[in-house]
């Protein structure tokens, strides 16, 4: 099936709950299929008006229930614990042929869910694999999902034919569809990111425990601690429902990391040299060999560091030249701790393509760039 089908054979979408990524997707629907007819609810009717304001959804549904029964595909994007029951109030309305789908990154309890409602010839869970540090609809961007991988986890009673329109429809929008079950999905995601986030966290409280009173830790905490504990400031709230809802899988994982960290802790006590360059050389290796061309649960940074000269002006001229290249900044600061990484101008853009042309325009005019 090819992109137009997805274009083609489906155009009504409905929305329940419309944050960032729900927001996300409704953009990409209005950019790559603009005839289509898009409804959403929140229980915050400003947040469709905005949306409707900025032309990308067509109505607003004031309750879950009948105003979706003319969709073709609806989206539950409301927090996980609120779509189970958005699925009982969606269920006397859901007729055959509609597809049902979700945007939660767990996906054992939804599935349940949806086979305790009957509805699992509807049912093609979705993952869609990206994020933002901010959240909600005012954030949202049609080109979110552009490269991320979106995990598709279907009952099985789900028609083959419902389960490929949703594989073509994350091509149209440009992500890049993977077909899994929600047990591998869910194990996959405890490994590469709801226990990074739990190690991140336990990072951070770690130094935020042993720091002294000056606060010596905190005030040196840059470049490699800063970038390995960036995803600490993900919301907890979010983060407290995933532990809920992926419990086993993340309580497997944590003591598989917990054991590695002992066995490190004996090599250290044996002053196990050889062990120790085993350790750090068989990750370094296993690390370089990830594809880093597409985004994932944990976001992708797309960041340059700039020698310049200690001088009056030189960071203006920096900010100048990108600027008249049209190039969008999203941070840009000095980087005082240099442990972990070159150059002193740390400048963070929004995209591959603006870090591309960023170090391509800044290497032109002479500068180091790492």
Not at 95 to 107: A, F, H, N, P, Q
Request: charged content about 20%.
């Amino acid at each position: 099936m090819n992109e137009n089908t997805a274009n083609n054979t489906r155009n009504t979408f409905g929305f329940v709950g419309l944050g960032l990524i729900g927001g996300s997707i409704a953009r990409a629907i209005r950019k790559y299929m603009p005839g289509a007819r898009i409804l959403a609810f929140t229980p915050h009717p400003e947040t469709v008006q905005e949306a409707v304001d900025d032309g990308v959804v067509n109505e607003y549904v004031s309750a879950v229930g009948e105003g979706f029964s003319v969709c073709d595909v609806i989206f539950l994007c409301a927090p996980v614990e609120r779509n189970a029951s958005n699925l009982q109030l969606l269920k006397p309305w859901i007729r055959e042929g509609m597809i049902l789908t979700d945007v939660g990154s767990t996906k054992a309890d939804i599935h349940r869910a949806v086979r305790a409602a009957g509805l699992q010839k509807n049912f093609i869970g979705g993952h869609p694999m990206a994020g933002s540090e901010r959240i909600g609809y005012r954030n949202s961007k049609s080109g979110l999902l552009e490269n991320a991988y979106y995990i598709l986890t279907p009952e099985p009673e789900a028609a083959e034919d419902d389960l490929n329109w949703m594989f073509s429809f994350a091509q149209a929008i440009k992500a890049l569809p993977l077909v899994v079950s929600p047990e591998r999905h869910d194990y996959a995601v405890a490994a590469i990111s709801h226990v990074p986030h739990v190690i991140s966290a336990s990072l951070v409280n770690l130094v935020r425990e042993s720091d002294d009173a000056s606060q010596f830790m905190k005030t040196i905490a840059a470049g490699g601690f800063k970038d390995i504990t960036r995803i600490s400031s993900s919301s907890p709230v979010m983060w407290e429902q995933i532990c809920m809802t992926n419990t086993d899988n993340i309580r497997i994982l944590l003591d598989r990391y917990i054991e590695s960290l002992l066995v490190f802790r004996n090599f250290l006590d044996s002053r196990d040299n050889s062990s120790i360059n085993e350790f750090f050389d068989s990750a370094r290796q296993y690390r370089e060999s990830f594809a880093d061309i597409t985004s994932g649960p944990i976001n992708r940074s797309y960041i340059l560091h700039v020698d310049i000269e200690d001088r009056p002006g030189v960071l203006a001229e920096v900010v100048m030249y990108l600027a008249i290249a049209g190039i969008n900044i999203k941070n840009i600061g000095i980087t005082h701790n240099r442990e972990y990484q070159q150059g002193v101008l740390r400048v963070e853009c929004h995209s591959s393509d603006g870090l591309s042309k960023a170090r391509e325009l800044l290497t032109n005019r002479n500068y180091s760039v790492y």
